[in-house]
């Protein structure tokens, strides 16, 4: 209970530090939320002159869009510090997590509480909902209490892209275009349905590096799209297995960095 004191403390005073210049804080909170609505707008925009993408129409596609944006929320809030974590390896800040009585992750993670992933939640619960409502998804007992399970199995699956591409910063030291490639560049992929793709590209987004799993799987199982299961009808409800299995593997990449870590001495 102690330590869970100490981390919400960290926290706190990471959100107080952020929003000490509350007028930068705003200004980036209104980037994110037209940045999120462009992406949105295109969609709807390619959507009005061809009214579905490979047999997914607007409302689809807003719910595939939802999933995504609300779990890259809880990712954003929790795990937003591991975007620049090679710099804290650079500077040495990354040594005072060692000494102390604490796990280095935990406070590495809460040293930069991001407040301002309150636009992805918003965004996301709009998508998810006009999406859902658009779309006709016909919600059941089943689908109700599979909903949590997709979105902490997409937080998981997001986070351990974060957390696997930070650890190689332990050998390599600077990782930023790997971030960029991997955290950022990645999720442009699942905007779309991932049928829409070559089968040598699903396979790879299904089985090599599995980020279909955060919402075109899941979205198959609500939106009953019983015609277009890539591999297996069993993958539209893999994504909590997924998420697990890849966060345990990240942690371990991470434990094993840390064995590896030698000091840059800055």
């Known amino acids: ?6 981390y919400a403390t960290l926290a706190l005073l990471s959100v107080r530090a952020r929003m000490e210049y509350k007028a930068s804080f705003l200004l980036f909170l209104v980037a994110i939320l037209f940045f999120y609505l462009a992406q949105l707008g295109l969609l709807i925009v390619v959507l009005a002159r061809f009214k ?14 939802g999933l995504l944006t609300f779990s890259q929320g809880f990712t954003t809030l929790f795990f937003n510090a591991l975007v620049n974590f090679d710099q804290m390896l650079i500077q040495g800040e990354f040594d005072r997590t060692l000494v102390r009585p604490l796990s280095p992750l935990g406070q590495v ?11 992805h939640f918003f965004l996301g619960a709009v998508a998810l909902y006009y999406g859902a409502k658009y779309s006709g998804i016909e919600w059941s007992l089943k689908k109700d209490f599979f909903l949590p399970f997709v979105i902490v199995g997409g937080v ?4 351990a892209m974060r957390l696997s591409v930070s650890a190689v910063a332990f050998w390599t030291l600077r990782n930023s275009s790997l971030v960029h490639i991997v955290v950022f560049s990645s999720k442009e992929f699942i ?6 793709y070559s089968h040598g590209v699903q396979f790879f987004l299904t089985f ?6 955060v919402n075109f799987y899941p979205a198959q199982y609500f939106l009953d799209k019983t015609g277009e299961n890539l591999f297996h009808p069993a993958l539209q409800m893999a994504t909590p297995l997924v998420g697990a299995l890849l966060f345990a593997l ?3 990449v991470w434990k094993r960095g840390i064995d590896h870590y030698q000091s840059s001495g800055s």
Request: glycine content about 4%; charged content about 10%; overall charge negative.
């Open 1 to 6: 209970m102690e330590t869970l004191k100490i």
């Open 250 to 252: 990240s942690l371990y």
């Open 109 to 119: 993670v809460f040293s930069r509480f991001e407040a301002s992933t309150v636009a």
């Open 208 to 213: 090599l590096f599995p980020i279909a799993f």
């Open 52 to 65: 579905e993408i490979h047999g997914w129409t607007t409302g689809e596609i807003a719910f595939l869009f």
């Open 191 to 196: 905007l779309y349905p991932v049928s829409i």
């Open 156 to 159: 998981m699956i997001q986070s």
